[in-house]
């Protein structure tokens, strides 16, 4: 299918939205009604016809403007992408398994031509056709990372593997949920997640590393992870928090259902061949609650879980001062019924909501 | 999933015997597709049909990372082990068609190193063959000591001379020339980390003298393939199966458990990565641990093995697989 | 006594230990303030390492008290400094022709030990090489998320950012790059809500 782009903004006027092709594909991340910590990896090889697991790198309507939402944060503040002088070989193992990724993927979009180290790379979308050598920085405006990172939706955290350990040596981190590179790079995986409650004492940290260090070339995995976002705010940092913070005290019984997000991060990892690096994509979906409710499962499905989510979650996830609301309006949407195992909307299995 | 890594179906292109001991196969695609690029270190596991026996031997890739045309490894014939490299001597020709693992790499460059310091023994030459061809398109700083039982064992010497005669050093075991270990550790500067492969012996010489000198461990970087050592036979329960299996002499328990049907984890078969390890529910006897990578206290609970090279005298042995 | 037993928190807070004498041809160590009692009891345990020894000590108003005794402990070179910014080029000058097997010891304040093992991981030891002992304060040198300003010796959270003046709480969250812990501004959701300050570990 060809993509019909979306123009609109993440910042100041919010004209971010969901088509209903967007909303049926929208990564929904409770598999049961209830949630907590998990190491729920599993292989990245594809997915249902449409959905954002069917393509490597998936690119949906809202890819031109969330690549000017980034170049805004950039141009505000360069330190949102660093690399450390030893990752600029990973940087090049990432534009290769993007380029050639994009170019199989989405043909209609994007176009590769290698002869050697002369590579030729069109972006149609943002009517990009550059020349370069492989390997040799002199020949594009960026490094290697930054350039092609500027034309991919999603966060990315390149890891140095060393000392049986995972190092956020490199990235590029302009719609994180509330965490700084600037601050975390160099640090190994348990200090970047030392701000997350509860999972270590749970032991999920030590067995996600011993997950991801064996990671294998060819073999890339994902997982889901969300939080909770007021209006449709790509760059939440934690830099500009003094900034956006206030606007967590806004929502009203009236305004929820469009202001209040529900923010999924699908997460995937890709052993690089090269630098023996891995590559973590952070990419962000952003849907309405009043959007995620037009999906009966998923409405009565996200009611009760964050409901039922512990304290400490809450109050990590940056939603505690705000729950009442949000349960008081998703508590409209959820009959009771019974819902079905798993992910998907089930739109023509599962019973359209029962008024009471 | 089993080894968490791909298989590519391959044809042995060339065949080249270096020397009495050592043989160089080549390997392209058989669909004449591109293979992966990997990173100076790595090994591929070859899978070996052997009358009934599928052996999974895991061997250094010395060809350019870069190349992805084809993928060389050497193979030095051990008369005394259990099989796999008499086969690949004795047995595979030009033409063969074989499947061989996507590279997985235990040994990689620690890219941040202001200098690379490499040590080789014997056969240990061959991940240092693709390193350095790495090192070289990156302009990387490297020195080379490799030690040899005689000029007419000393595989790739006069290739490594002849492209970094200011780089590589080369001693001779028959010409009484050794390495001065103390003297060249002394002197390397901050941010030089040490890369040895080779004996055992030759690791356990350069990881204590390093300690001693006050050497970080984070800068001590070693690969010892260890392969796994006939021993008595034994019988294993396997209790998630539900099947009991025999363990033959010149097996290894995981090879014994593979051959049961049981998809089990592995990513070295070397006793060094780990990813075998194994959950012992119940056991009456000793176990022979032959790995590095278990702790002593995991050695001493008698609650795990590492089924790729470690085996079990004794009565009774029941795994969590 | 000047040891101070931090509590228990979260994976990025630096954990400090006892300096303890290693093998090495070389060694060098750094300390600040009340840092010389821990270098002292280093000199004690161990004689001979003090001979191989080249120390950088920065009194800091409290520590003069300790110079002598350093001198009395008889190191290679010993270098008294009247602050660490000014004794960064000696510290880069002396990692710059050393050897490995070189081995570091710092200790003091966090401030200090930070950046020098800065200086030292920059120089190509890996940080968990490092020994480390606190003694003395336990004012924190912290970064401003926001402004990105280093503010040096807080002793109170909250605390006024030296620079872009939001008021900042102190977090444990721990960045050996910047050597600074990290402050967040404490009244975005509720501006000019902001408690009265509360000195550290009181």
Not at chain 1, 157 to 166: F, G, K, Y
Not at chain 1, 243 to 252: A, E, N, P, S, Y
Not at chain 2, 97 to 115: E, G, H, Q, T
Not at chain 3, 81 to 101: E, F, K, N, Q, T
């Amino acid at each position: 299918m060809t993509i019909q782009f979306n123009d609109e903004t993440f910042r100041d006027d919010y004209t971010f939205h969901n088509s209903d092709w967007a909303i049926r594909r929208f990564p929904f991340p409770f598999h049961e009604d209830s949630y907590m910590y998990s190491v729920n990896m599993e292989q990245h090889r594809g997915g249902p016809a449409g959905s954002v697991y069917e393509k490597r790198f998936d690119v949906d309507e809202h890819y031109v403007s969330e690549m000017k939402d980034r170049a805004i944060v950039l141009a505000e503040d360069p330190l949102r992408c660093q690399s450390l002088p030893h990752m600029t070989l990973a940087g090049w193992d990432l534009l290769e398994l993007i380029m050639v990724s994009k170019s199989e993927d989405y043909p209609d979009l994007f176009e590769l031509h290698r002869d050697g180290n002369d590579w030729r790379w069109i972006n149609r979308p943002l009517g990009i056709d550059d020349r370069f050598t492989f390997l040799d920085e002199a020949t594009l405006p960026y490094g290697p990372m930054e350039y092609i990172t500027r034309q991919t939706q999603g966060d990315f955290a390149v890891l140095d593997q060393r000392d049986e350990n995972l190092w956020m040596d490199a990235g590029m981190v302009t719609t994180q949920a509330d965490w700084s590179l600037d601050f975390d790079i160099g640090m190994n995986f348990f200090e970047w997640h030392a701000p997350v409650p509860l999972a270590h004492e749970m032991g999920i940290f030590k067995r996600a590393l011993k997950f991801l260090l064996n990671v294998q070339q060819g073999n890339p995995a994902r997982r889901l992870n969300w939080t909770m976002t007021v209006n449709p705010l790509l760059d939440t940092s934690p830099e500009n928090y003094h900034k956006w913070g206030i606007q967590k005290t806004t929502l009203t019984p009236e305004n929820i259902g469009s202001k209040q997000h529900l923010r999924v991060e699908l997460q995937t990892f890709f052993r690089l061949p090269r630098s023996n690096a891995l590559v973590f994509p952070i990419r962000c979906y952003m849907i309405a609650l009043q959007d995620v409710v037009t999906v009966p499962k998923w409405g009565r499905r996200l009611h009760r879980v964050l409901r039922d989510v512990p304290v400490e979650l809450a109050t990590y996830k940056g939603f505690i001062g705000n729950r009442p609301l949000i349960v008081d309006y998703l508590s409209q949407f959820d009959d009771g019924l019974p819902t079905s195992d798993g992910i998907w909307p089930d739109l023509d299995t599962e019973p359209p909501l029962r008024k009471g | 999933m089993s080894a968490g890594t791909e298989k590519i179906d391959v044809t042995v292109t060339d065949i080249v015997k270096l020397n009495d001991l050592v043989t160089r196969f080549k390997f392209e695609r058989s669909d004449g597709g591109q293979l992966p690029t990997f990173s100076g270190g790595a090994h591929t596991v070859v899978e070996m049909q052997d009358d009934g026996i599928t052996r999974l031997n895991p061997y250094s890739l010395m060809s350019d990372p870069m190349d992805q045309s084809a993928y060389t490894i050497s193979v030095r014939r051990d008369d005394e082990g259990r099989g796999g490299s008499l086969f690949m001597h004795n047995r595979v020709k030009t033409g063969d068609r074989m499947v061989i693992s996507y590279p997985v790499n235990l040994f990689s460059l620690d890219l941040r190193a202001r200098k690379h310091l490499m040590i080789a023994g014997g056969i240990g030459i061959t991940p240092f063959l693709a390193q350095i061809k790495q090192l070289d398109r990156l302009s990387g700083r490297f020195e080379l000591h490799y030690a040899c039982r005689s000029a007419a064992l000393g595989s790739y010497v006069d290739e490594l001379t002849a492209n970094h005669p200011n780089a590589v050093h080369v001693y001779y075991d028959d010409q009484k020339q050794a390495i001065d270990l103390q003297r060249l550790l002394t002197g390397q500067p901050l941010g030089t980390h040490v890369y040895v492969c080779g004996p055992k012996g030759m690791i356990e010489w350069v990881r204590k003298t390093s300690a001693a000198l006050g050497w970080p461990e984070e800068a001590v970087h070693y690969e010892e393939f260890l392969a796994p050592q006939s021993g008595k036979p034994f019988q294993v329960r396997l209790a998630k199966s539900g099947i009991t299996v025999d363990v033959g002499e010149h097996e290894s328990l995981l090879e014994a458990i593979e051959r049961a049907g049981i998809d089990a984890p592995y990513l070295c078969r070397g006793g060094a990565c780990g990813q075998c390890e194994t959950d012992v529910i119940e056991s009456d006897g000793t176990f022979v641990h032959r790995d590095h990578w278990l702790e002593d206290e995991d050695r001493a609970s008698g609650c795990k093995i590492m089924p790729c090279v470690s085996r079990f005298e004794g009565r009774t042995l029941v795994l969590d697989r | 006594m000047s040891t101070f037993r931090f509590p228990p928190s979260i994976t990025s807070r630096p954990v400090y230990g006892t300096l303890a004498p290693r093998p090495g041809k070389a060694h060098l160590m750094i300390a600040d303030a009340e840092g010389a009692e821990a270098l002292l009891d280093l000199a004690a345990a161990d004689p001979e390492l003090f001979a191989n020894a080249h120390v950088i000590f920065i009194p800091k108003g409290t520590g003069d008290r300790f110079t002598e005794p350093l001198k009395a402990a008889n190191p290679s070179i010993l270098h008294v400094g009247p602050s660490y910014a000014a004794s960064v080029p000696r510290i880069r000058r002396v990692l710059s022709d050393a050897h490995m097997g070189l081995q570091v010891y710092l200790a003091g304040t966090e401030g200090l030990m930070g950046q020098a093992m800065n200086e030292a991981t920059a120089a190509g030891i890996p940080h968990s090489a490092i020994q480390t002992e606190h003694r003395g304060s336990v004012a924190r040198r912290m970064q401003c998320v926001h402004c990105k300003g280093i503010t040096e010796d807080v002793m109170t959270d909250p605390f006024v950012c030296a620079h872009c003046g939001l008021t900042l709480f102190v977090r444990d969250h721990y960045s050996r790059r910047h050597a600074a812990f990290q402050g967040v501004c404490i009244d975005a959701e509720d501006p000019g809500n902001i408690p009265d300050p509360v000195e550290l570990y009181s």
